[in-house]
């Protein structure tokens, strides 16, 4: 994508992030995930996680240090592993102390394809490429390192920006996927009918 229209692009203030993590996922839908080096993918998917009151969040049982980035100041990126092989990445959000955040779950490639190729050479169709959080998180070259990163300021190179594009009218929304307990939580949104989707299924939202 040329430089002159990612300029264009703005980022996100805090306040965006200082809310529910409910009201922050189904927004996030369409915004623009970068990193410094010119990789870029438009969210199409998002889970939001909510902290004491949610048995399905890491923070659910507190602050650990696994999750202390979740409970610090929103708009910074949460980082953890999974299945001892894949690493997740989140939108840090709401005050201070309560452990929310919003699961990236699928972003489509707009730009910075071949590093996001030579990032997942086991992916055969450019759809494959960021299709799943784990999938997202390794087309990105986001490991633990960026744990903490702030992506409001981009201060280690990553970031979340708008390119005027609004979130659908009527995402799809459905229970999240993965999980095992508050699986009644209709808290997974979606672009409706998105080729780019991790998972699909949900219901319209009416």
Not at 73 to 88: E, K, N, Q, R
Not at 120 to 148: E, K, N, V, Y
Request: with cysteine; aromatic share 8%.
């Amino acid at each position: 994508m040329p430089a002159s229209t990612a300029e264009l692009w703005a980022p996100l203030p805090r306040a965006f992030y200082q809310r529910h993590p409910v009201d922050v996922a189904p927004e996030l839908l369409n915004k623009i995930l970068v990193r410094d080096d010119g990789r870029a993918a438009r969210i199409v998917e998002v889970e939001a996680y909510a902290g004491s009151g949610d048995p399905a969040a890491h923070s659910y049982r507190g602050r650990t240090a696994r999750t202390a980035t979740m409970f610090g100041p929103a708009g910074h990126l949460y980082v953890y592993f999974t299945y001892g092989m894949h690493w997740g990445s989140n939108a840090v959000c709401g005050p201070e102390g309560e452990g929310w955040g919003v699961l990236l779950r699928a972003a489509e490639p707009l730009a910075g394809i071949e590093a996001m190729r030579a990032a997942r050479p086991a992916a055969r169709r450019d759809r494959d490429l960021a299709s799943g959080p784990g999938r997202l998180s390794q087309a990105f070259g986001i490991t633990r390192a960026l744990d903490g990163a702030d992506i409001v300021t981009r201060d280690r190179g990553i970031g979340i920006v708008s390119d005027g594009v609004p979130p659908p009218t009527a995402p799809a929304v459905g229970p999240r996927v993965g999980i095992s307990r508050a699986t009644e939580f209709p808290w997974r949104w979606h672009v409706p009918e998105h080729p780019h989707v991790s998972a699909r299924g949900s219901r319209a939202r009416r």
